[in-house]
């Protein structure tokens, strides 16, 4: 039988994770400042990147695709092992998780998806009485756009995109749909 404890952790996992279920500014994700860029933007001639996604662009460039927005209805759920949400917005973006243990790790997953067509994935796994946490971000096509482990649960994750340096990036990166406590509660349709 699986550890009460670690079904508590997983079920902390699905609540951070269903926390990200909302709304978002997105212009926050990456700011560059220096000559030729303004301060929403991602690019700049001389620029240095700022902001939770810090030099990490791939990300930045990847969850500006599918923007939650408007009024959203949200559903959830349990079971023995995982818990889920879905949580849907009137520009036809749907944000769905789950989180929980699959009997060696804590794992949680992202869904983003417009309009029926997938965004992009955030899958996170943890072992059990460990602190580090690693991330893949994956895109449209199943592609692996960025990966990162982080040792200690911090406030930054050393995040690669395709395969380049690690560049440190804060967590709230990683939660690039924000909150969605202002959401209905109601069935997606």
Known sequence: ???RILLL?????EVALVSGCGRTEM???????????????????????????????????????CVPQGGCIAQ???SPSA???TACYAN?????????????????????????????????????NASAV??????????EVATGTTADKSGTVPMACNGSQPTPVEVACLNPVGDNSGCESGTCS
Do not use: H, K
């Open 83 to 85: 818990s889920y949400g």
């Open 76 to 78: 959830g759920g349990n």
């Open 134 to 143: 690693t991330y893949v971000v994956s895109g449209a096509n199943g592609e």
């Open 9 to 13: 952790a997983g079920m902390a996992i």
């Open 27 to 65: 212009e926050t994700l990456v700011r560059v400042t220096g000559s030729g860029g303004s301060a929403t933007s991602t690019g700049g001639a001389g620029g240095a990147a700022s902001g939770p996604c810090g030099e990490a662009t791939c990300l930045a460039s990847l969850f500006q695709t």
């Open 1 to 3: 039988m699986i550890p």
């Open 92 to 128: 036809g973006v749907t944000v769905s998780t789950v989180g929980g243990w699959n009997g060696t790790s804590l794992f949680g997953s992202l869904t983003v998806s417009r309009n029926g067509a997938l965004c992009y994935t955030i899958d996170t796994s943890s072992p059990p």
